[in-house]
């Protein structure tokens, strides 16, 4: 199965042909490798000019086909850069397309309609404004602004605002995505063209935009690139059973070997690329086993052999880019070779470029890359290059070689002989000449004697080949100069990494494919386990080819002199900085990195990392190969954030009556995984006029709240509108005159809460009880049928985790609730904590399984005996009772608690049946005036009966003792080590503590407000923080306000007037006097729970 | 121009077989405490030994966020003293230290959060720290393009702006400091790795390093996320966690995010570079290892999150991850300690994720005490024995979870 376009051959020579003298200007008659086609044009628009590309052309390959040689404005200097690589190593044509910035135009396909824009310009970019600052660079050595502008100190947040605007490049405008209030990937953008078929997008191929998607693989073998080498290891692996994943970054696999024409061993070299790339295809069509991915990036290699990127979509894929994450067994590291930058005077200016960008803007894209060219490079590839354009037509006025007389492959010496073109071995280029691009240059001799002028406007230049480390360096590969090859090579391979191809240094083709295989059969034995027979490789590679030696040149002679020499293009870091960083004391690369920003822009480690590298061994006097490279770290090639986030899955829960409460008219929010009503809003069809646009009803269904600046948040009953806009006000006043309803229809008739989130557990087992000792607070052996045992859960340091109900079902079976917080963790937390007893229980998680629906208000009892026949009166089932009922024939079970204060029936009913018994109920007590109620409402219930929530009036520097409820701990039983006891004992005596107490707000003049204080009000005394509220509400039941807060030991005894203040707000400071109270502040005798 | 005038910042220095003062650490605590020994204390015959670079581990790896909007007020007014030596330091370093005094925006996605977030401004306004809570309407102006509608699947609450903070160049601070303490006459050792401690019957008498024996009357550990590793070379058990944190940037973009912004229920925060990056953290990962791998999860992760709270980012490209280690302690508070079981060895460690932003006053007070021997009254919340005492700070009202078993 292939995924991405593959693009095997080159497409048929009539799709791309075109009759000889009609072809657009700056285009070259296209060869056997062109993926142009030209009867496929694209219009799009540069700086506002229109202009005119073809499908199989990149935005960096059209625009230099219209002429465009200065593509953007480098970073701090805002020197011309134009197209120097086509693989995204710089970040020269990092551009704006379609209103998205940093977009690489090398990589980036063309599509119909793009709109392309320079970065870092003011202006046009071939005549930017900021170009004088190119002027002043001795003003600017390596780490200039840390010796600059802080003296006098007044004067640098003027610099740092100057800093700020010349920094960056891509404009971003961040309020766009709002607009409308769409986000691309609700589809109402993103799809929009995809489905129309043809080339045309409606917003032009922006890749923010659209549908993301995402995969999750699973191979045997991943294979990074889809070159010779990879390809052979895909289908070696492929052969022994393996299932594999090949990636390859581009659309066509092939790698190198893809835009070559020359002969090799009786055929043209591309051909052999394209005769494995269909033999790989037709078995992964065949077996299923290999899978293709093209246009497939590989962002990292991570632990566990966690191979991830993206693939981009093309016209015929229903996704912009899909994130995918690959777990792999092994993983062949194929990634091949890039081009070492030659570190020389000058060679930024547009018109200099890697062999590889002039060679496949040649042969891919059949664009001339320019008239007249000299080349100075160090391999024998490029000097292929060199006699392949010359074939193409470009005059080769002279091809420098840093390599010495005789490294040179003897037939390419000898093509270039045949051409007439003067080999200079020994030689490299010193400078450029021009100004915004090269108009000739200067060579020398290595060793800087003699000098030659020539005329050019193609200046081709590299130092040699470099191996693509990233993905061995993330997989964990140690690497170390080799000084064969003059690169970094692997010193020591992860397990399950092996490398192949052009990476480790071979050249010849059948040298590159025979690795691919070794590769691949070494990783299908590496996967089956078997003892290895691969060890040394057979003897078919002996008679191979070997890796080739390298260059080891540094940079290019005569380098500074008055000139830039950069090292890293994107920081605009030179030669001269880096030796300025090492004068300074940063004198490993490590270091220097850091000092000078060498390697931390968009390019990272790929440009600059290895001749850094060889360039700071050279300038602490060391040899070569003492160079260490610095961290190579993910992404390998940056992803999008739309990329990564995916087509977003906000994974929550829902209660088995979402639907019931959405249909009431819930204000949902997030509590934990679970979506919660928080409150009712009244039902928008009832009530004209609340502006229902902003809300939407994405995730409430009818949700009524306005969004903005309304007060209501918790605010109980008082609806003191007043509160402040300074409040997180998410909600409106309607919200809080409903949750104003909402509690005293609890309190004065009944009402009905969706808890179902609440834990619900079943143990049982010889050794229940003993674990139920071990982790609740309380002595659980007075735990009996029919009966709830209240108690709760500490941690060591006798920290309250958890409350909740235990009841003994029967013998060695319990039933037991928690908060819904600790519903996920408390399987695990049992287990960590009787983890050495080797004791026989069983826990089971109900919490799923079963609804929960609290009836509460002094009704309830009325509507439950209308709905079922069972006997439910207060003689039959008590306060603290519970008892198994039938309710229209679905049993439940039924706890009589009192969490809000109320006559109140907690029922856990079976998922399934929840919506049922929620029917019978608000049906059975609609004459009643039955209604919903939320969690914001129970908050405010429980409050005034002062019962705590964990979390809310607890806090990590507070125990069991401190918040009033030490009464639960058993503090007899020393022989269940329950988890928490020795804290307790330890500071049950301590002086100073943090206590929880409450308090009634004095009211009237001299109190103080304005308004009322408010959750996280501090406690102060004399000039002294001694505590903070933690809940305060005005009961609209008691006429008063009070709450509660966690105060120091000493400050507040029952009686004391404490004074709460508030200064944070907008409105400056308040205080309030309040008297310390007892809790609870409602029904202190807990007359109506036992009503 | 004289300022430009290039010269090495610290120069290297043989390894002595004795100091007064040997300091394990390389980073911004280890180097400040240097510092201020030197140049306030006049204790100059002081070694920083630094096992890879200066500035390799946390203090080079974090995102640079410098505030004083903690929780309870031993902890504000510490760091409110903090983000004043930024300026003070620049100026007696003479080295830009590059204080980004934006502001630090924390928002808040529910009811409880906001709760909190009034706590602070209530605790920060009465101790002279500027703070204010904002709805989300003003959240949204602070920062363009942050999304306070109700898609998130975390509504914006509203937030916490905290005027004081910011960003300071988290490498230059390192670099200032060893300028400074060198030019004091502190010996900085990198390379120089610690393998154990001696002690003389009751006193510390030197450390084993790589490089070989050196004696010392005094001798502090400022390693960081390694500090555990450190003080278990003298059987002391710490109550410390080391987890890896991670961080990445974006490709750089033209200022438009003015502020720094952090999310409590999105684990992020995020400011932009002086360079233009976007530079966002946050994450911890679980386990204790002290391995500083980064993750593709998290990568992901993040930019999940990001894009909930502003859209806009869906455009911007992640260019680096890169993680390090945060030694968190229970209670989100650090541990400081002075003759700790030995005469002489002093300890600053657990900073968890707040190591940066502390450094320079930690490094003032942990120096005031080695030299003295008296503990500052600044830091007497951070002892060592609260722990023993089940006496946590507060820093953190959630009770704290480093593995599964919580």
């Not at chain 1, 093309?314 to 690959?326: L, S, T, V």
């Not at chain 1, 100004?435 to 060793?447: D, I, K, Q, S």
């Not at chain 1, 009905?752 to 000792?773: E, M, N, T, V, Y």
């Not at chain 2, 450190?230 to 438009?256: C, D, N, R, S």
């Amino acid at each position: 199965m292939a995924v991405g376009r593959v693009d095997v051959g080159s497409g048929s020579p009539e799709s791309r042909g075109r009759r000889e003298g009609s072809l657009p200007p700056g285009r070259l008659t296209p060869g056997p490798t062109c993926r142009v086609d030209f009867s496929w044009p694209l219009a799009f628009r540069f700086l506002g000019r229109s202009m005119t590309g073809f499908a199989g052309d990149t935005v960096a390959s059209a625009l230099y086909a219209n002429g465009v040689r200065v593509f953007g404005r480098s970073l701090k200097y805002h020197r011309p850069r134009g197209l120097y690589s086509m693989e995204g190593e710089s970040s020269n044509t990092l551009m704006e397309i379609d209103g998205v910035p940093n977009e690489c135009a090398e990589t980036t396909e063309l599509r119909e309609g793009m709109s392309v824009r320079a970065q870092n310009v003011r202006g046009d970019p071939k005549t930017d404004r900021f170009a004088f600052i190119d002027a002043f660079d001795r003003l600017m050595p390596a780490g200039f602004y840390y010796r600059l502008f802080h003296r006098p100190y007044g004067l640098w947040p003027l610099f740092q605002n100057g800093l700020r605007r010349m920094a960056g490049t891509g404009v971003l405008d961040p309020r766009r995505e709002l607009e409308g209030g769409g986000r691309g990937r609700s589809g109402t953008r993103g799809r929009a063209g995809v489905g129309a078929g043809g080339g045309a997008r409606a917003d032009g191929g922006s890749r923010a935009n659209g549908v993301q998607a995402e995969r999750y693989l699973n191979a045997a073998v991943a294979v990074i690139g889809g070159g010779p080498a990879g390809m052979a290891a895909a289908l070696a692996a492929a052969e022994s059973g393996m299932r594999v994943c090949l990636f390859e970054r581009r659309r066509w696999l092939g790698g190198h070997l893809a835009w070559r024409a020359r002969e090799f061993a009786g055929e043209p070299i591309h051909r052999r690329g394209e005769g494995l790339a269909a033999l790989l295809l037709s078995r992964s069509r065949a077996a299923g086993l290999v899978k293709v991915f093209t246009s497939s990036p590989v962002t990292g290699v991570w632990g566990e052999n966690l191979v991830t990127g993206f693939t981009v979509g093309g016209e015929d894929h229903p996704f912009r880019e899909c994130h995918w994450e690959c777990r792999a067994k092994v993983v062949v590291v194929a990634s091949g070779c890039m081009e070492r930058p030659l570190v020389f005077n000058h060679n930024d200016r547009p018109g200099v470029m890697q062999a590889g960008t002039a060679w496949r803007l040649a042969r891919t894209h059949a664009v001339s890359p320019g008239k007249v060219a000299v080349f100075s490079v160090a391999d024998d590839l490029s000097l292929e290059v060199a006699v392949d354009l010359a074939d193409l037509g470009v005059e080769v006025r002279a091809v420098a070689d840093a390599r010495e007389v005789g490294r040179q492959d003897p037939p390419l010496v000898a093509a270039l002989e045949e051409r007439g073109i003067p080999l200079l071995t020994g030689w490299a280029v010193s400078r450029s000449i021009g100004r915004r691009w090269v108009t000739g240059c200067e060579l020398r001799a290595v060793n800087g004697s003699g000098s030659r002028r020539l005329r050019c406007d193609l200046l081709v230049a590299n130092a040699g080949w470099q191996p693509r480390i990233g993905a061995l360096a993330t997989a964990g590969a140690r690497l170390a100069y080799c000084t064969h090859t003059h690169t970094f090579q692997p010193a020591e391979l992860p397990d399950g990494v092996f490398t192949a191809g052009s990476l480790t240094g071979l050249r010849d083709p059948r040298s590159i494919e025979a690795s691919g295989r070794l590769a691949g059969s070494r990783a299908a034995e590496w996967c089956s386990g078997a003892a290895p027979r691969l060890a040394t490789a057979p003897r078919e590679c002996e008679s191979l080819p070997a890796p080739e030696p390298g260059c080891d040149i540094r940079h290019g002679p005569a380098i500074g002199r008055g000139a830039k020499a950069f090292v890293d293009l994107d920081e605009d870091g030179t030669y001269k900085n880096v030796v300025e960083s090492a004068v300074q004391g940063f004198d490993v690369p490590e270091l220097a990195k850091r000092f000078g920003g060498f390697g931390l822009g968009p390019g990272q480690y790929r440009v600059t990392g290895q001749n850094l590298a060889m360039i700071m061994a050279d300038l602490g006097g060391d040899p070569v190969e003492a160079a260490s490279p610095t961290t190579v770290r993910p992404p390998l090639v940056p992803p999008s954030l739309a990329t990564l986030a995916g087509p977003g899955h906000d994974v929550h829960k829902r209660t088995p009556l979402h639907g019931e409460l959405a249909a009431r008219g819930a204000v949902f929010r997030r509590a934990g995984p679970w979506q919660r009503a928080r409150y009712f809003g009244a039902d928008p069809r009832l009530a004209p006029g609340v502006d229902r646009g902003s809300v939407g009803g994405r995730r409430s269904g009818r949700g009524s709240a306005k969004i903005g600046r309304g007060s209501a948040d918790a605010d109980c009953g008082g609806a003191k509108a007043s509160r402040g806009s300074a409040e997180a006000g998410r909600g409106s006043a309607k919200a809080g005159r409903g949750l104003r309803d909402e509690i005293l229809n609890v309190r004065r008739n009944v009402g009905l809460l969706d808890s179902s989130p609440l834990g619900k557990f079943r143990i049982f087992g010889p050794d229940a009880l003993r674990a139920l000792q071990r982790v609740y607070i309380s002595d659980l052996s007075k735990a009996r049928p029919g009966r709830c045992k209240y108690s709760a859960m500490c941690n060591d340091m006798a920290h309250v985790l958890d409350d909740g109900a235990i009841i003994q079902d029967s013998e060695r079976n319990y039933y037991f609730t928690t908060s819904s917080g600790r519903a996920g963790s408390t399987v695990e937390w049992f287990r960590y904590h009787t983890r050495h007893d080797g004791w026989d229980y069983h826990l089971v998680n109900l919490t799923d399984a079963f609804g929960s629906i609290n009836l509460a208000g002094p009704n309830a009892r009325g509507v439950l005996e209308r709905v079922t026949g069972d006997d439910v009166s207060n003689e039959a089932f008590p306060y603290m009772g519970c008892r198994r009922i039938t309710l229209g024939g679905v049993e439940v079970r039924c706890l009589r608690l009192g969490f809000v204060g109320e006559l109140s029936y907690e029922l856990h009913v079976p998922s399934s049946y929840c919506q049922f018994v929620w029917g019978q109920l608000m049906d059975a007590g609609a004459d009643l005036g039955i209604r919903p109620f939320g969690l914001e409402a129970q908050y405010c219930l429980r409050a005034e009966k002062g019962h705590v929530i964990v979390g809310a009036e607890s806090e990590a520097r507070v125990t069991l003792t401190d918040l009033g409820m030490g009464w639960l701990w058993d503090r007899e039983d020393t022989a269940s080590k329950k988890v928490g006891a020795p804290a307790l004992r330890a500071c049950e005596k301590q002086p100073g503590r943090m206590k929880l107490v409450g308090f009634r707000v004095e009211e009237g003049a001299g109190s103080g407000g304005p308004g009322s204080p408010r959750d996280g009000a501090l406690v102060v005394d004399g000039g002294e923080i001694v505590g903070y509220v933690c809940t305060t509400r005005r009961s609209e039941v008691l006429g008063w306000q009070y709450g509660m807060a966690l105060v120091r030991e000493g400050h507040a005894v029952r009686g004391d007037r404490i004074r709460i203040r508030e200064d944070g707000g907008r409105g400056g400071r308040a205080t309030w006097s309040a008297t310390v109270v007892d809790p609870p502040f409602y029904d202190p005798a807990g007359e109506r729970l036992r009503a | 121009m004289n300022r430009l005038k290039l010269r090495r910042l610290w120069s290297p220095t043989p390894l002595k077989r004795h100091y007064d003062t040997i300091i394990i650490g390389g980073g911004v605590h280890g180097l400040a405490t240097a510092y201020c020994l030197a140049r306030t204390h006049g204790i100059r015959d002081v070694a920083v030994l630094e096992s890879q670079y200066i500035g390799f581990g946390g203090s080079g790896r974090n995102t640079a966020i410098v505030r004083a909007n903690q929780r309870t007020p031993e902890n504000v007014r510490f760091y409110a003293e903090g983000l004043k030596l930024w300026r003070v330091l620049t100026d007696e370093l003479d080295f830009n230290l590059m204080f980004f005094n934006c502001g630090n925006l924390n928002l808040g996605h529910s009811e409880a959060a906001m709760n909190a977030f009034r706590l602070a401004a209530n605790t920060h306004s009465f101790l002279g720290v500027k703070s204010e809570v904002l709805d989300p309407q003003q959240c949204a102006e602070a920062i363009p393009g942050l999304d306070i509608s109700d898609r998130p699947a975390f509504p914006i609450h509203g937030g916490l702006f905290h005027p004081p903070g910011g960003i300071v160049r988290h490498d230059a601070v390192v670099w200032g400091l060893a300028k400074g303490a060198a030019a004091h006459g502190v010996h900085i050792h990198q390379g120089c790795e610690v393998r154990g401690i001696d002690t003389d019957g009751a006193r510390v008498a030197g450390v084993r390093t790589s490089l070989g024996r050196v004696g010392c009357n005094r001798l502090g550990i400022m390693a960081g996320g390694y500090s555990t590793a450190v003080a278990a070379m003298l059987g002391i058990e710490l109550p410390i966690h080391p987890l890896t944190i991670q961080a990445m940037v974006t490709l750089p973009l033209k200022p438009f995010l003015h502020h720094v912004f952090s999310s409590g229920a999105y684990h992020v925060y995020a400011n932009q570079t002086l360079k233009g990056e976007i530079a966002t953290g946050a994450h911890m990962d679980p386990q204790v290892n002290y391995t500083t791998d980064a993750t593709a999860y998290y990568l992901k992760h993040q930019a999940e999150a990001l894009v909930e709270l502003m859209p806009a980012l869906r455009r911007v490209r992640f260019m680096r991850i890169w993680a390090g280690l945060a030694d968190m302690t229970p209670d989100m508070a650090p541990i400081l300690e002075g003759n700790l079981g030995y005469d002489g060895l002093y300890l600053d460690a657990g900073w968890g994720y707040f190591g940066f932003k502390s450094g320079p006053v930690a490094g003032k007070y942990m120096a005031e005490y080695m030299a003295t021997g008296e503990r500052p009254e600044m830091i007497r919340a951070f002892q060592l024995k609260r722990f023993l005492e089940n006496r946590y700070s507060g820093e953190t009202a959630a009770v704290m979870k480093y593995g599964h078993w919580d």
